[in-house]
């Protein structure tokens, strides 16, 4: 575990636009048992994989585009509980933080695993991620 103090800034870039933080395994239940609509959970992380994720969900998120209606986060190596749960919810794919997971009606229905975000310019995960809004959500 890290100091709360290093994390603090890691979780107000995703809070600051709008997830809510899942801090409790009950509270990760809580989001998964609302079925309808769009959510997107982001699995947080310090990785400097985390860091490029952050700021391109930040960027994906900018504008009235497309969006999912909910925007929920745990954060990997802070808050174990929640993520296992969470990640209970898609056990069929490895473990992987940073990752995202959009969630249609329930289902998951796009995954971006830490290798695909890792190395790669912010622009362009940011264009992944636009496009399963596009693809998955409603326009704002």
């Known amino acids: 575990m890290y100091s709360p103090l290093l994390v603090k800034p890691m979780r107000e870039e995703l809070t600051e636009v709008g ?3 899942l801090l409790t395994a009950s509270a990760v239940d809580a989001a998964f048992a609302d079925t309808t609509g769009t959510m997107l959970l982001a699995v947080n992380g310090v990785k400097g994989a985390a860091a490029m994720a952050r700021r391109a969900l930040r960027n994906a998120l900018a504008g009235d585009g497309a969006r999912p209606a909910r925007l ?3 954060f990997a190596e802070q808050d174990p509980e929640p993520t296992a749960k969470a990640r209970s919810y898609f ?3 490895p473990p992987s933080e940073p990752s995202l997971a959009l969630f249609v009606d329930g289902e ?3 995954f971006q695993p830490e290798h695909r975000i890792q ?6 995960i940011a264009d992944d991620i636009t496009a399963a809004f596009k693809e998955h959500c409603p326009a704002g």
């Open 91 to 93: 056990a069929d794919i």
């Open 108 to 110: 998951l229905v796009w």
């Open 19 to 21: 997830f809510t933080e």
């Open 72 to 74: 929920v986060t745990v």
């Open 119 to 124: 190395g790669r310019e912010i622009s362009q």
